[in-house]
Structures are given as C-alpha cells and as structure tokens.
C-alpha cells in the first residue's frame, strides 16, 4: 500500500464547515503545508472532497505513522521527577 502527497494550493478562508473539518483531519494548517498520509478510501475521500484547494499526488515512499507524544507539561513534570529522584540521597 503507497501513500498519498498531500499539499494545500489555495487559501481556505470562505470554506464551509464541512471543508474546514476535512482541512483538519488532513493534518494541513498553512497555505503550502504538506503531508504524507496513507492511501486509504477515507484519506481520498477527503482529498475528493477538498479537490479545489489541495492537490494530492502517490509517492512510493511508505506512511510512516508518528510515535504519540506526551504534552510539554507531563514531559517537563516527568523530567523534574527523575531529576529530583537522582538528587535525594538513599
């Protein structure tokens, strides 16, 4: 299974709700932002439906899925805790 290249060419200010949720699910935010995303029926289903503002191309290269990250605020609490857990004396 390839993947899809996906690029956002033209502004979506004006566009409907529907539009905008599909830019979303897209993961595109910026005018010229792209993505690498899976070539799955949903994934062109979207791009179908943004046809008009996005222009999608197959690559060869394989969609690579990004590892979750936790948010800033438990990575720097987790960190002060190992800091402190090295810190104490036993």
Request: aromatic share 4%; no cysteine.
């Amino acid at each position: 299974m390839g993947s899809l290249k996906v690029t956002l060419k033209k502004s979506f200010s004006g566009s409907s709700a529907d539009q905008l949720a599909a830019i979303t699910g897209l993961g595109l935010r910026k005018f010229g932002d792209t993505r690498l995303l899976p070539d799955t029926p949903e994934v062109r289903g979207m791009v179908f439906k943004m046809q008009h503002l996005v222009s999608a191309e197959p690559v060869q290269e394989e969609y690579k899925k990004r590892k979750r990250m936790k948010p800033r605020k438990v990575r720097a609490r987790e960190a002060a805790r190992a800091k402190r857990a090295q810190a104490a004396p036993k």
